[in-house]
Nanobody, 129 residues
Framework: QVQLMESGGDSVQAGGSLRLSCVMS???????????LAWFRQAPGKEREGVAA???????TYVNSVKGRFTISRDNAKNTVYLEMNSLKPDDTAMYYC????????????????????WGQGTQVTVSS
């Protein structure tokens, strides 16, 4: 049974930083590295938005609004994906979710939520001005 567990959400002032983590379990040994991973966020009353994704070769992709401020990375040895968030803004306030596709599957359009099979429960990020 595949499980994704996020952590690291918090309330911070604008300009602050946070590091989100997502630990994955339940993948067959060695298959994690073949999985495209992503972070999404959803603010109240808004659609779920793709924030960043990282392919199995380590290549990252970002939504324009976070480029230069957020960094996605993965530690294959720990089955963990991270989202380093700097220069946070009130508009970054949302529930943040990590997501994964089945190992060996092409994600297609990385920012589409329906491209992902596995989801965590989310971690709340609140940025005050």
């Amino acid at each position: 049974q595949v499980q994704l567990m996020e952590s690291g959400g918090d309330s911070v002032q604008a300009g602050g930083s946070l590091r989100l983590s997502c630990v994955m379990s339940g993948f067959h040994y060695g298959s994690y590295i073949k999985t495209c991973l992503a972070w999404f966020r959803q603010a109240p009353g808004k659609e779920r938005e793709g924030v960043a994704a990282i392919e199995n070769d380590g290549r990252p992709t970002y939504v324009n609004s976070v480029k230069g401020r957020f960094t996605i990375s993965r530690d294959n040895a720990k089955n963990t994906v991270y989202l380093e968030m700097n220069s946070l803004k009130p508009d970054d306030t949302a529930m943040y979710y990590c997501a994964a596709v089945p190992p060996g599957t092409s994600v297609g359009t990385w920012s589409r939520a329906d491209a992902y099979t596995y989801w965590g429960q989310g971690t709340q990020v609140t940025v005050s001005s």
